[in-house]
């Protein structure tokens, strides 16, 4: 596939990137605390915050992998944005506020606020870490995918390098800027995203006299399957295992976003509950315009670029968005959305990073290890170390999953969410009676199930886009385990309470008042 110019591809690219840079040295002279760096000191209204919410939510796998899932499945590729959009409801209703109230710098305040701290923040890290790994690995295939395809490399090395430096740049901005440094990037990185899909959005609308059933009608004449791309099942239909597996991602999509950490962590940036729940509101209507304009986005690629064009594509699926741009506007439009994605990659992993990094060493590091007795200064040296071992770690994952669909990744990651965080948080904030085994139940059984059920699922072996090809140990028929490990969290959490005596009726009291009336909530959480 010709892609324009390598050269103005690279160099747009490199001007987000030294713009960036500067911002991010700059804030970085302000980040002198330990709050600073994990939670941006709390400076963060709830517009700046849901901002950048969106900046972190709106993965390559929003903008790649669900504008190429459309182009090839239609309405069944649309469900991602559905499920991943309506995820926002269950953080709204039920997570935000009282997390804000409850903790201090990650989820495991909350969590151990009235348990025994060392077994749940040792618990409630593990499956941060897990977590955070996963999406990392969504990312960084991503990167290897948009690259590929922007430079013509097709050479299996070629990518790994791409996917070192993407690795690199992120423990950069992580390292120096901490929490303020990532946000901003965020924020630059949400409004160049959102406004690049507006704008080809209505470019298409326009070519098309802004008549969506024209749209629809040039997608399924020029789809091999017809009409059937304007019905569901197409992609999920094929047999009773795939329908039950299309429940299955449904689940993980709609409840995984409220357990995902690196999400759960913005909340701490701003200075009130209030401003907490307007971010939520801000990120629910730019992240629904931008869902929005993957139907129109995915349907045109159908047409302008071809199902067959992009399956052939470096990257596959994932090449949709970058050869719909070069269709619709040439180098120029190429190039601003090649750089828009890789801002879109960096921004997701840097948030990535400090949410693991942070939850190491505030959670391992100083409340398990030091007994919360560490000083604030090593506290962030070995924040800023895990930073460098996750981004290796990611590197080599990321070179793993090169040939996988970004979204479906981040469903993978979504799951392990719903399945070992969400239980144990909705617990902790409405049921009096939940307790340490409870909750130590909840999130290894969940994370366990769900980490096993993945590695013997037809993603891993046994498939044609498998990532190993040409093993065969797959037992469990389903592509996302949600639909056994989400209810299997849940029944553990319950089941680990109800055989446990432990209750601390004054502590429980406590984190009720706090997190429905944001009292104390700015004293050390958790101790």
Request: proline share 3%.
């Amino acid at each position: 596939m010709d892609v324009g110019n390598p050269w103005v591809n690279i160099g747009i690219f490199l001007v987000f990137v030294v713009v960036t840079l500067v911002i991010v040295v700059r804030v970085s002279r302000t980040t002198t605390s330990v709050g600073d760096f994990y939670h941006g000191g709390r400076s963060f209204s709830g517009r700046q915050n849901g901002v950048a919410i969106a900046g972190d939510y709106l993965s390559a796998a929003s903008f790649l992998g669900i504008v190429g899932a459309v182009a090839l499945y239609g309405y069944d590729g649309l469900l991602y944005s559905v499920g991943f959009l309506v995820a926002w409801l269950v953080a709204l209703l039920l997570v935000a506020e009282p997390l804000r109230n409850t903790g201090k710098y990650t989820m495991a305040d909350v969590l151990s606020f009235r348990m025994r701290q060392r077994p749940v923040r040792t618990a409630a890290a593990t499956s941060t870490l897990a977590i955070t790994f996963f999406y990392l690995l969504a990312q960084m295939a991503g990167a290897g995918a948009l690259v590929s395809l922007l430079l013509g490399v097709d050479s299996t090395a070629g990518q790994s390098a791409v996917i070192a430096v993407v690795g690199a740049l992120m423990i950069v901005y992580v390292m120096i800027g901490g929490m303020k440094g990532t946000t901003w990037v965020q924020i630059i990185k949400a409004v160049l995203l959102i406004t690049a899909v507006g704008v080809m959005t209505v470019w298409i609308m326009a070519s098309n006299g802004f008549n969506l059933s024209a749209l629809l009608g040039r997608a399924v004449d020029s789809h091999p399957d017809g009409a059937a791309i304007l019905e569901p099942m197409l992609q999920y239909g094929t047999s009773g295992t795939t329908k039950i597996g299309f429940v299955s991602l449904a689940i993980a999509l709609v409840f995984g976003a409220a357990g995902l950490p690196h999400v759960l962590m913005r909340f701490y940036t701003v200075p009130s509950a209030k401003e907490a729940r307007k971010s939520v509101v801000w990120a629910i209507a730019l992240i629904g315009f931008f869902y929005l304009c993957t139907l129109v986005l995915g349907y045109a690629a159908t047409y302008l670029v071809g199902v067959d064009t992009i399956r052939d594509a470096p990257g596959g699926s994932n090449a949709a968005a970058p050869a719909l741009a070069y269709e619709l506007g040439g180098t120029l439009l190429l190039g601003i959305v090649a750089a828009v994605a890789f801002a879109t990659i960096l921004a997701v992993v840097a948030g990535l990073t400090i949410t693991a990094s942070a939850s190491f060493a505030h959670d391992v590091y100083n409340g398990v290890l030091k007994e919360g007795k560490a000083t604030p200064e090593n506290e962030v040296k070995v924040a800023r170390r895990t930073a460098v071992v996750i981004g290796a770690i990611s590197i080599v994952g990321g070179i793993l999953a090169a040939e996988q669909n970004v979204a479906f990744l981040v469903s993978l990651a979504f799951a392990i969410a719903a399945s070992a965080n969400l239980p144990s948080i909705l617990f902790s904030l409405y049921w009096k009676r939940f307790n340490t085994r409870g909750s130590t139940w909840s999130i290894y059984g969940g994370l366990v199930s769900a980490l096993v059920l993945i590695a013997f699922s037809p993603v891993v072996s046994g498939s044609e886009t498998a990532m190993i090809p040409g093993a065969d140990f797959a037992w469990f028929p389903l592509t996302n385990p949600a639909i056994v490990s989400v209810p299997l969290g849940f029944l553990l959490g319950w089941l680990g309470s109800v055989t446990s005596k432990e209750h601390d009726e004054a502590k429980q009291a406590e984190m009720e008042v706090r997190s429905m009336t944001g009292a104390g909530a700015e004293r050390a959480a958790g101790h």
